[in-house]
Nanobody, 123 residues
Framework: QVQLVESGGGLVEAGDSLRLSCTAS????????MGWFRQAPAKEREFVAA????????LYADLVKGRFTISRDNAKNTVYLQMKSLKPEDTAVYYC????????????????WGQGTQVTVSS
């Protein structure tokens, strides 16, 4: 079973950039599709971005398209989420997800989860 640890969250101002990382252990990272989700206070967890095991396919939520970029380094067992032009509404706990199939890290169903990292964007 894969274990996921997120890092890179913090407090930034609107318009700033931030890069989140998620490092996996306990499994064959290159076999997993990876994704990022987020959950703001009093809101449901929502899909942010996903990347296939090879990195050739990516998918983004409309709210972040053009501002966020998901990438992965299979040699480092790490997936990244580069966030630019951050807005206060991006404030949330960001979770990393891994799945044997791409659909798992888009829906979150049957995915493995990290513990989350807080991102706070001040106005």
């Amino acid at each position: 079973q894969v274990q996921l640890v997120e890092s890179g969250g913090g407090l930034v101002e609107a318009g700033d950039s931030l890069r989140l990382s998620c490092t996996a252990s306990g499994g064959t990272f290159s076999m997993y599709a990876m994704g990022w989700f987020r959950q703001a206070p009093a809101k449901e967890r929502e899909f942010v971005a996903a990347i296939s095991w090879s990195g050739n396919s990516t998918l983004y939520a409309d709210l972040v398209k053009g501002r966020f970029t998901i990438s992965r380094d299979n040699a480092k067992n790490t997936v990244y989420l580069q966030m630019k032009s951050l807005k206060p509404e991006d404030t949330a706990v960001y979770y990393c997800a891994a799945g044997n199939r791409f659909v798992m890290v888009v829906t979150g169903n049957d995915a493995y989860w990290g513990q989350g990292t807080q991102v706070t964007v001040s106005s």
